[in-house]
């Protein structure tokens, strides 16, 4: 719902988002209230200790300060219950109750004050009992008073101060062009420095730079441009992902059609390449998984790694590798050996030099496949995020490629800053001397599978064998042109409801209005969505069949958008209003479809039996392509799909099973050959 308006400005907080922290303060206060009650009426008449009349004195306005305090949380609890999300109007008296109990902290604030002199007076010869029952309620005063101000600053919203500019409106678009075009401006150069500097306070850590500066301003003009047209609180975020979740797992019980699954059976020569690239995938994700160091490798191996890294890190470097960027105890690159099981003569170039646009890889020889590897890092740190988040798209200009088109920039910043290292620094010519006949192949986890698939591009006409295995890689990657060219050379691997093979612009922004329509149109109060969520998240069950405006309406109505779900896309409130530009029906849109790279292999889960100890997942993997993934899926597996030891583990599964199925014809073809 629109966040509420209180003391003028708008804040990150709904009106019905009190029925939850309200309820718990409110148990809080009643238990409270008992026990004070309680200590007055067992000590009434018998306050004649040094001290006993400020004593009687504190408890009796306590007793009155909390009943005061309890009946204003209730009413504050009960308001905030009513209504719908996108129906605010049986909570209009709420701002009243809100300043009615904001205005009693200051006498709790000022008895929490008296309390605590009283107990540090040393001339008070009370029973102990009744001193550390004070000492006790002058600290929960205190806690309650540090957690409100904290929340405060949580909720606070830098822009909800701003002047309401309604630009949907056509009166507003009557104002002169100077005018108008001026406070817009104003008001956007506003709504972009907050995030800038959201931005600059998380990455304070890193040494930042001009190529920084640049980042931050473009990753919060995308923040600024994403969040400018909807009047959404995070637990608003949080239902609509609640509910989405629940739709589409029912939507997932329904039976297919036979035609849809019949469209979904294989040929037999698509099954046999699918097992040699699941061949491939399952070996090169091991290289792939390397690159990410000590962390990969103490993650999945918590209770030895240390143990095993620290026999090596005493070992002097290997003279025969190219070695770069900071390695203490050489932990990377002992980590990088006992996962690839190669030995120190086989890698040609290692960097662990990173800097946004600038990330780790390395090039090894791998003689069981006899190929030249170069392995990219995925996302491990600040400067990683800030190149994933650089989402501009670039145009790719390549010699001798017909098929240029629009690509993700930061990814490919990256790729440019490999492939200059590759090329200029004779990294490549310097492995083809050693191994002339081998082929080369780039490998990639996450941002590295982005990172990979582009670089793979610019290598494509200096090596016209090459091959790639892109695992995991971001959904906004390549436009339509380019995905298409790079499906004779690349091959992309995505493990089940996987968040970042789907993440791109356009499918943030369907799943913004997926959230917005579900959520302004579904009758139930948000606490009872949330309450119920988190139950279907914990202990699961069925989906929960929330009832909707949308019940009912016939086909063509549900093309239409429903009047609450305008309020939420267009009625924003003042701190968003001057932040819709005049629309672009002809330009082109600032964040084109892109896609995933090559050809696609999905691997999805089809059986899981959990046991105490260990739990047996069976896969099946087949070729999809790029509309499979146009659209975000809500799940508590989203992102574990995207973790490399995921990955590796599914390609595994799926290569020991083909490899048990071969051992199997085997065998039954020399039982029928013996008879």
Same mark, same amino acid.
């Given at each position: 719902?629109?966040?509420? =308006? *209180? ?6 907080? $709904?009106?019905?988002? +009190?029925? !939850? %922290? ?129 929340? =405060? *600053? ?6 909800? $101060?701003?002047?309401? +500019?309604? !630009? %949907? ?507």
């Amino acid at each position: 719902m629109p966040g509420l =308006v *209180v003391f003028g400005r708008r804040w990150a907080i $709904g009106s019905d988002d +009190f029925v !939850l %922290p309200g309820a718990f303060e409110l148990f809080v206060r009643l238990v409270w209230w008992i026990g004070i009650v309680a200590l007055y009426a067992a000590h009434k008449g018998q306050f004649t200790c040094p001290g006993g009349a400020l004593l009687h004195s504190y408890l009796l306005v306590l007793i009155i300060l909390l009943a005061a305090i309890i009946c204003a949380l209730s009413a504050l609890v009960y308001i905030s219950m009513q209504g719908t999300i996108s129906n605010p109007g049986p909570r209009k008296s709420l701002p009243k109750l809100l300043y009615t109990r904001l205005f009693l902290y200051f006498p709790e604030f000022l008895w929490a004050v008296v309390g605590a002199v009283w107990v540090s007076d040393s001339s008070v010869r009370c029973e102990k009992t009744v001193i550390n029952i004070i000492i006790g309620t002058v600290i929960a005063s205190w806690v309650i008073i540090i957690f409100t101000i904290i929340g =405060v *600053v949580i909720v606070f919203d830098p822009l909800g $101060g701003k002047k309401t +500019f309604y !630009l %949907p409106d056509s009166v507003n678009r009557n104002l002169e062009s100077s005018q108008s075009g001026q406070l817009l401006y104003n008001v956007k150069s506003t709504a972009t420095r907050v995030w800038e500097k959201r931005i600059r306070l998380l990455c304070c850590c890193i040494v930042q730079d001009d190529d920084h500066r640049v980042a931050f301003t473009s990753i919060a003009e995308l923040f600024r441009t994403y969040f400018s047209d909807t009047d959404l609180v995070p637990s608003d975020i949080a239902a609509g992902l609640t509910l989405l979740h629940q739709e589409q797992d029912k939507m997932e019980s329904c039976p297919k059609e036979p035609e849809e699954v019949l469209c979904h059976s294989p040929s037999s020569a698509a099954t046999d390449d699918l097992d040699v690239e699941l061949e491939n995938a399952a070996h090169y994700m091991l290289f792939a998984a390397a690159a990410y160091g000590w962390p990969y490798y103490i993650y999945t191996n918590p209770f030895t790694a240390l143990c095993k890294l620290g026999g090596d890190c005493c070992r002097s470097r290997p003279t025969d590798s190219d070695i770069t960027g900071s390695d203490r105890h050489n932990f990377h690159f002992g980590s990088i050996l006992k996962i690839t099981g190669l030995q120190y003569r086989d890698f040609i170039h290692i960097s662990f030099h990173n800097k946004i646009y600038e990330i780790p890889f390395f090039v090894a020889l791998d003689h069981k496949k006899e190929a030249i590897v170069v392995a990219v890092r995925g996302t491990l740190s600040f400067e990683d995020i800030l190149t994933d988040l650089s989402a501009d798209c670039e145009d790719l200009t390549l010699e001798d490629v017909l098929e240029n088109g629009f690509v993700h920039k930061g990814i490919t910043q990256a790729a440019s800053y490999i492939y200059r290292k590759l090329i200029n620094d004779g990294i490549l010519n310097q492995a083809f001397t050693i191994a002339p006949e081998y082929k080369l192949v780039v490998v990639g986890h996450s941002l590295g599978g982005g990172t990979a698939s582009i670089l793979a591009i610019m290598l494509r006409n200096s090596f016209p064998t090459l091959r790639c295995y892109a695992f995991s890689p971001p959904g906004g990657l390549l436009s339509k042109s380019l995905a298409d060219y790079t499906k004779h050379f690349i091959v992309s691997v995505i493990v089940g409801k996987d968040l970042v093979a789907r993440l791109s612009m356009p499918n943030m922004e369907d799943l913004k209005r997926r959230i917005v329509r579900i959520v302004a149109n579904c009758n139930r109060p948000k606490y009872q969505i949330l309450l119920r969520g988190c139950w279907y998240e914990v202990f699961g069950g069925d989906p929960d069949n929330f009832p909707t405006e949308l019940d009912g309406r016939n086909e063509d109505a549900l093309t239409q958008p429903l009047l609450a779900e305008e309020s939420l896309m267009v009625h924003r409130s003042p701190s968003y209003h001057a932040l819709e530009d005049e629309p672009h029906l002809n330009s082109p849109p600032q964040y084109p479809r892109l896609y995933l790279p090559g050809k696609i292999i999905h691997i999805v889960e089809e059986s899981s039996s959990r046991r105490l100890c260990s739990s047996d997942i069976k896969y099946s993997a087949r070729w999809s392509n790029e509309t499979v993934f146009s659209s975000i899926l809500i799940s508590p597996k989203m992102i574990t799909d995207h973790m490399p030891d995921v990955v590796l583990k599914a390609l595994n599964s799926l290569s020991q099973e083909h490899g048990s199925c071969i051992s199997c014809q085997t065998r039954e073809c020399n039982n029928t050959h013996a008879v």
